[in-house]
């Protein structure tokens, strides 16, 4: 069992810059790959980026290629996203998600993970 728990949402204007933790607790990190999610409100949770276990390979979306960066610290049981040029249609509520041993190409697949965090709410306003 792995408990998530995101943190550094919160209301910015486009153009800025946001980053988004989640710190692990429970299992042994470095076995999951890490993946970062977004909802809008009457939408589908949409996959935005992953990291392999390691950190080698990283996946994005093709709407947060070149803007955003998915990062993680083992020693720290911690995954971040940093997030720039932020636009108002970034705006969601983020959620970092773990998977243990899956296939790095079905990473960016919403139903792969296994465990999921609360969710922490960015706003970008324009």
């Known amino acids: 069992q792995v408990q998530l728990v995101e943190s550094g949402g919160g209301l910015v204007q486009a153009g800025g810059s946001l980053r988004l933790s989640c710190v692990a607790s429970?299992?042994?990190?470095?076995?999951?790959?890490m993946g970062w999610f977004r909802q809008a409100p009457g939408k589908e949770r949409e996959f935005v980026a992953a990291?392999?276990?390691?950190?080698?390979?990283?996946f994005y979306a093709n709407s947060v290629k070149g803007r955003f960066t998915i990062s993680r610290d083992n020693a720290k049981n911690t995954v971040y996203l940093q997030m720039n040029s932020l636009k108002p249609e970034d705006t969601a509520v983020y959620y970092c998600?773990?998977?243990?041993?899956?296939?790095?190409?079905?990473?960016?697949?919403?139903?792969?993970?296994?465990?999921w965090g609360q969710g922490t709410q960015v706003t970008v306003s324009s």
């Open positions: 998600a773990a998977v243990e041993g899956i296939a790095t190409s079905r990473l960016m697949g919403v139903h792969t993970y296994e465990y």
């Open positions: 429970g299992r042994t990190f470095s076995s999951y790959a």
């Open positions: 990291i392999t276990r390691r950190g080698d390979t990283t």
